[in-house]
């Protein structure tokens, strides 16, 4: 059984870092894209950012330049670095098993989901 665990979240003042992390386990981590997702209250699951299987990375508009994605397929973890945190980040981030090679936006394309970690940014 595949499953995912996120960690690394908590409490951080706007400007400030945090990294997450998603921890794999149940099958071969490195054939499969890996993406991140957050949802804040309200509002609608909403893409972050992934990483393919040859490690090239793709980032929504609003977390480009702030936001970076690594992945060590030998501890088949993958990785969340997020930077100039900005209240408007603060949600529940997932990370996510792809279906296929490449990333994509849309969730329908990712299978297995962790339950999730809370970001919360005071300003």
């Known amino acids: 059984q595949v499953q995912l665990v996120e960690s690394g979240g908590g409490v951080v003042q706007a400007g400030g870092s945090l990294r997450l992390s998603c921890a794999a386990s149940?099958?071969?981590?490195?054939?499969?894209?890996m993406g991140w997702f957050r949802q804040a209250p309200g509002k609608e699951r909403e893409f972050v950012g992934g990483?393919?299987?040859?490690?090239?990375?793709h980032f929504a508009d609003s977390v480009k330049g702030r936001f970076t994605i690594s992945r060590d397929n030998a501890k088949n973890t993958v990785y969340l670095q997020m930077n100039s945190l900005k209240p408007g980040d603060t949600a529940v981030y997932y990370c996510?098993?792809?279906?296929?090679?490449?990333?994509?936006?849309?969730?329908?394309?990712?299978?297995?989901w962790g339950q999730g970690t809370q970001v919360t940014v005071s300003s």
């Open positions: 990483i393919n299987w040859s490690g090239s990375t």
């Open positions: 149940g099958r071969t981590f490195s054939n499969y894209a």
């Open positions: 996510a098993a792809g279906t296929s090679l490449f990333v994509y936006s849309d969730s329908s394309r990712y299978d297995t």
